[in-house]
């Protein structure tokens, strides 16, 4: 899988890059990422990419000569056009369905604002997916292109160590949050790790982790805000009883689905 990321800030991600599970892919082939600079394609002396806007207001807008020049070199580095993605706080907002929609695609051009965002004849122009992060604000889009980047890669082939590891967390297919999970010691502070985890029977340790993680999802991802698939899956939840408690065993809830 490549990223060719467009930014102002390409330093911004030299240690990202020399980082854990991403260099490891790096290092291996498994991901390559390229870094291209809007200020290679400025035309004055002083290398400036950015206007103030028509109809006034704050802050500085990316123009559109540096941006297309940018795009249209760049899709050009290699046998296949990549998918130009935008990262903006407009746009669609990023979730598991969304990551593993595109995770099929093997490029990807990262268009990463500054300032005040782009010139909207960018976003007609080149007609990029517009990626947005959440409902808030970053001072650019390279911390969302990072974010996009390590959920992606996580579904390459090779990338992770153990290749079930993807499967079973949060948001994985169904949308249900994971389980709790605990390690060494088994009582820290007064608290221990649930029997059912240390009796080795594999069935009810199964039983336990999907109550878990369904209780667990609509407590936290419950309600109006739930995703379809959050709802379909919390619709065969039973209700727990007054006082229960995540993950407890009271023989009400309904076996593992797999």
Same mark, same amino acid.
């Given at each position: %899988?490549?990223?060719?990321?467009?930014?102002?800030?390409?330093?911004?991600? !030299?240690?990202?890059?020399?980082?854990?599970?991403?260099?490891?892919?790096?290092?291996?082939?498994?991901?390559? /990422?390229?870094?291209?600079?809007?200020?290679?394609?400025?035309?004055?002396?002083?290398?400036?990419?950015?206007?103030?806007?028509?109809?006034?207001?704050?802050? %500085?807008?990316?123009?559109?000569?540096?941006?297309?020049?940018?795009?249209?070199?760049?899709?050009?580095?290699?046998?296949?056009?990549?998918?130009? /993605?935008?990262?903006?706080?407009?746009?669609?907002?990023?979730?598991?369905?969304?990551?593993?929609?595109?995770?099929?695609?093997?490029?990807?051009?990262?268009?990463?604002?500054?300032?005040?965002?782009?010139?909207?004849? =960018?976003?007609?122009?080149?007609?990029?997916? !517009? /990626?947005?992060?959440?409902?808030? =604000?970053?001072?650019?889009?390279?911390?969302?292109?990072?974010?996009? /980047? !390590?959920?992606?890669?996580?579904?390459?082939?090779?990338?992770?160590?153990?290749?079930?590891?993807?499967?079973?967390?949060?948001?994985?297919?169904?949308?249900?949050? !994971?389980?709790?999970?605990?390690?060494?010691?088994?009582?820290?502070?007064?608290?221990?790790?649930?029997?059912?985890?240390?009796?080795?029977?594999?069935?009810?340790?199964?039983?336990?982790?999907?109550?878990?993680?369904?209780?667990?999802?609509?407590?936290?991802?419950?309600?109006?805000?739930?995703?379809?698939?959050?709802?379909?899956?919390?619709?065969?939840?039973?209700?727990?009883?007054?006082?229960?408690?995540?993950?407890?065993?009271?023989?009400?809830?309904?076996?593992?689905?797999?």
């Amino acid at each position: %899988m490549r990223f060719d990321l467009l930014t102002l800030f390409p330093d911004l991600f !030299e240690s990202y890059l020399q980082q854990s599970l991403l260099k490891k892919a790096l290092d291996r082939g498994l991901v390559d /990422i390229q870094r291209w600079n809007f200020r290679d394609w400025a035309t004055d002396r002083h290398q400036s990419v950015d206007d103030k806007p028509y109809g006034g207001g704050p802050g %500085m807008l990316l123009r559109c000569e540096p941006v297309f020049e940018c795009v249209e070199f760049v899709q050009r580095q290699a046998p296949q056009p990549g998918r130009l /993605i935008m990262l903006t706080p407009s746009g669609r907002t990023l979730d598991q369905r969304l990551v593993e929609s595109l995770a099929c695609e093997p490029r990807f051009l990262l268009l990463c604002g500054r300032y005040e965002g782009f010139d909207d004849r =960018i976003r007609q122009g080149l007609a990029p997916l !517009e /990626i947005s992060i959440g409902d808030y =604000i970053t001072n650019g889009g390279e911390v969302p292109a990072m974010v996009l /980047i !390590e959920t992606l890669i996580r579904l390459v082939p090779g990338v992770l160590g153990d290749e079930t590891s993807s499967r079973y967390e949060s948001f994985a297919e169904s949308g249900q949050l !994971e389980y709790p999970q605990f390690t060494r010691p088994r009582e820290y502070r007064g608290m221990s790790v649930p029997e059912v985890l240390l009796n080795g029977n594999h069935a009810e340790i199964a039983r336990w982790r999907e109550t878990s993680s369904l209780e667990r999802t609509r407590e936290r991802r419950g309600g109006e805000s739930a995703s379809p698939a959050v709802s379909r899956t919390l619709s065969a939840l039973v209700p727990p009883p007054p006082g229960g408690q995540a993950g407890a065993d009271d023989g009400s809830r309904r076996e593992p689905s797999g």
